[in-house]
């Protein structure tokens, strides 16, 4: 299976400011993902992304907020825009699909202050 | 989209068999179904998945029920090392793949 490296593995940030999480993967993927874990909660998926076209986003997750590339197979990254404390969470990529299973990477802890 | 039913919490004796439930009524002919562990602060980790028969791998067994409306994953010998939350979740039948995680079972594995 793949291997998914995840940075950065934490950051504080202000509030108002722009943090980009990078997820590099070892090797070419159709399928990437982008999930919220907020404190004691479930994942929460935030959008898919296909490379060569837009991300789809799931409910409650729009792109002014949530901006995501896709520029090859093997890299993705995720904007968290405008930060609020709110927007404290752990940040997880993945990739897989159903036939094949799903690796995760080992997610970014972002807080914001 | 097939939801699934997970206990919140469980207990284990370290040694002992930890057997996690799972309903997923809803299943439809096609969708599979996959455990993920997650270990406090890490990614979550794959365990076992499984679409109508019975699976086993190094870390677990899944025992599927016949009509596909539950499952059980069986870690044979629990370790502390096996503290987490696990996760059975369905496969959303749909083009993208995508991967919809419920609630979870806490399971907490005792001396």
């Known amino acids: 299976s793949a291997v998914i490296s995840q940075k950065p593995s934490r950051d504080i940030c202000q509030r108002g400011t722009s943090l980009t999480i990078q997820c590099q993967v070892d090797?070419?993927?159709?399928?990437m993902f982008w999930y919220r874990q907020q404190p004691g909660q479930s994942l929460t998926l935030i959008a898919t992304a296909n490379q060569g076209s837009e991300a789809t986003y799931e409910s409650g997750f729009v792109i002014d907020k949530f901006p995501i590339s896709r520029p090859n197979l093997t890299f993705s990254t995720l904007t968290v825009s405008n930060m609020s404390p709110e927007d404290s969470s752990i940040y997880l990529c993945?990739?897989?699909?159903?036939?094949?299973?799903?690796?995760f990477g080992s997610g970014t802890r972002l807080t914001v202050v | 989209d097939a939801k699934t039913t997970q206990p919140t919490s469980m207990d284990c004796a370290e040694g002992r068999a930890a057997n996690l439930p799972c309903n997923h009524s809803?299943?439809?002919?096609?969708?599979?179904v996959y455990w993920y562990r997650q270990i406090h602060s890490q990614g979550p980790q794959y365990i076992i998945h499984?679409?109508?028969n019975n699976e086993t791998n190094e870390m677990a067994s899944l025992i599927i029920t016949e009509d596909r409306k539950s499952s059980t994953l069986i870690l044979p010998h629990a370790t502390l090392r096996d503290t987490a939350v696990y996760y059975c979740?369905?496969?959303?039948?749909?083009?993208?793949?995508?991967?919809?995680f419920g609630t979870g079972t806490r399971l907490q594995v005792f001396p």
């Open positions: 499984g679409l109508k």
């Open positions: 993945s990739e897989g699909t159903a036939d094949h299973g799903y690796t």
């Open positions: 090797s070419q993927v159709t399928m």
């Open positions: 809803t299943i439809s002919g096609n969708e599979y």
């Open positions: 979740i369905v496969r959303v039948a749909t083009h993208t793949d995508k991967l919809i």
